[in-house]
């Protein structure tokens, strides 16, 4: 259960991050009102919040939260840009999430 909450608690982490950043950059790149900084601000503040609420060491959770963010991205460049994953991101991405779970999940020596 632990680590269903974990990748639960990191996925919906990435998500408020992305659109925290995603916002912004369509205001800059894209010419849209400089009003969507209000909810990218809101966004990157529940991102922060979301990162406190694993019972793991802070440095732990952002090395192993890097890995899932890498997959959420690739998958929001498919959904919301419209832009169809290579192999290659979909492989990476593998790889980073093995990584997370290494990391969150292998064994802890005290």
Do not use: N
């Not at 400089?34 to 909810?39: F, H, I, R």
């Not at 990157?44 to 694993?54: D, I, M, R």
């Amino acid at each position: 259960m632990f680590e269903l909450k974990t990748v639960l608690l990191f996925l919906a982490t990435a998500v408020a991050e992305i659109i925290g950043c995603y916002l912004p950059y369509l205001w800059l790149k894209q010419g849209q009102s400089a009003w969507l900084l209000v909810p990218a601000a809101a966004s990157l503040a529940l991102f922060a919040w979301l990162l406190t609420l694993h019972p793991t060491a802070a440095g732990r959770t952002y090395a192993a939260y890097g890995g899932v963010y890498v997959f959420v991205a690739v998958l929001w460049l498919c959904a919301i840009e419209g832009i169809r994953p290579t192999v290659w991101d979909a492989a990476g991405s593998l790889v980073v999430l093995a990584g997370m779970a290494i990391i969150m999940f292998g064994p802890r020596h005290a």
